[in-house]
């Protein structure tokens, strides 16, 4: 018999009733440390007092109203973003794959409304993962999300990252845009250089090209900047984020500029929930405490914290662990063992991790850990390696 909830998940048999912190309880107050964050959606934390103020004080006001109406909220967030960012305009909604579809839109929009409707293309790269709506599984091009859902939406070219010849030779008088997340998360936690992003920005701007960055999941301060192409110097023309900004609040954002976002007129997009009250008072609490003075600076540093005591994990246990990969606290281990084993050895040390393709184990913490935290993800890290190692 069908469980009534579509069995579309292979959950862990543990049910998280609460949060504090970078902790979860069950309910029999089994304590786990979460260093997956919802896969990194809670950016502040669970119950953060300011997110949880916030939101209380706005469903006291009013919680929905629809976009056929004026926000001060969402205009508010809006402006906080702009002024943060490269954009000059933003869209909001409820995921990352709506962000996401809204710039592929955007970017065949922009070349439709200056008389080139044929140039609808979109290159993206192997590994990628964009949502898992019609069009943002082709854009990611994978087959394990593809099979049995029907034709292929049409209009993505895949490469892989780095081959520039292959790249180039895409190009054509149909393509409008690239896409790439800065560093993919889905795929194995697979860091874009700088330098690529660097020569993507100026291939784009040789061939009318627009760029679009994917920064759902290395967005609002992940990887120690507000957004990671802030690493390399350079930004695009749109950028689809979510997960952190609504520190677990169901919110994205399509943010572009307003070059790019020339043809999105009044009727051409929209969304019922998008941006609504609620979402949009959340989503400026998150944006308080992560654009707050030394808030990002902790990021890097407890990252930089992570990441050396994750290398020294591998180095004590090369029979488990084969790689660290990642930026920021967005960290991945390429294991040695089926990552799925490992991920079950470490919620047996009660840490929560997440999987990801090319068998990586996903380290995502809440952006507000401390010393002690990431003291103690990497010894029940440590005891989840000893686990195999006894075998």
């Known amino acids: 018999m069908i469980s009534p909830v579509l069995p579309t998940y292979n959950r862990a048999p543990i049910a998280l009733v609460r949060g504090s912190g970078a902790r979860a309880y069950t309910d029999d107050g089994t ?55 490269f954009a000059d305009t933003v869209f909001f909604c409820n995921s990352g794959a709506e962000a996401n579809e809204l710039a592929i839109k955007m970017a065949r929009k922009y070349h439709a409304a200056k ?6 293309h979109i290159i993206t790269f192997e590994g990628a993962f964009h949502g898992r709506t019609t069009a943002t599984l082709a854009a990611g091009g994978q087959e394990k999300y593809l099979e049995g859902f029907g034709p292929k939406a049409p209009g993505f070219d895949q490469v892989k990252v780095g081959d520039h010849k292959a790249l180039e030779a895409l190009i054509g008088p149909q393509t409008a845009a690239i896409m790439i997340e800065p560093i993919q998360g889905e795929g194995g936690i697979s860091v874009i250089a700088p330098e690529e992003l660097r020569y993507l920005r100026k291939l784009c701007d040789e061939h009318g090209m627009l760029l679009v960055f994917d920064e759902i999941q290395t967005g609002t301060g992940r990887t120690g900047k507000l957004f990671a192409h802030e690493w390399a110097g350079v930004t695009p023309d749109i950028m689809a984020i979510a997960k952190g900004i609504g520190g677990g609040f169901p919110l994205g954002a399509c943010l572009a500029t307003e070059a790019a976002a020339a043809g999105m007129v009044a009727g051409t997009h929209g969304s019922t929930f998008g941006g609504n009250p609620l979402a949009t008072a959340v989503g400026n609490a998150v944006l ?4 707050e003075v030394g808030f990002l600076a902790n990021v890097q540093k407890q990252a930089l914290k992570l990441k050396q005591s994750l290398e020294r994990l591998k180095d004590t246990h090369p029979d488990v662990i084969a790689e660290i990969r990642g930026s920021g606290l967005m960290m991945g281990i390429k294991t040695k063992v089926p990552n799925t084993e490992f991920i079950k050895a470490a919620l047996d040390q009660k840490l929560l991790t997440i999987g990801a393709g090319d068998n990586v184990v996903r ?23 000893a686990h195999f190692e006894k075998k």
């Open 31 to 85: 304590e786990y440390l979460d260093f997956g964050a919802g896969v990194a959606v809670n950016s502040c934390g669970h119950a953060h007092p300011h997110l949880v103020a916030a939101l209380t004080e706005q469903a006291g006001k009013i919680w929905h109203t629809s976009n056929l109406y004026q926000m001060p909220g969402q205009e508010k967030l809006a402006r906080r973003l702009i002024d943060n960012s």
């Open 115 to 120: 008389g080139q409707p044929e140039r609808f």
């Open 288 to 291: 308080d405490v992560v654009l």
């Open 363 to 385: 380290l995502l913490p809440p952006l507000i850990v401390n010393d002690a935290d990431v003291a103690e993800a990497v010894a029940k890290l440590e005891k989840a390696c």
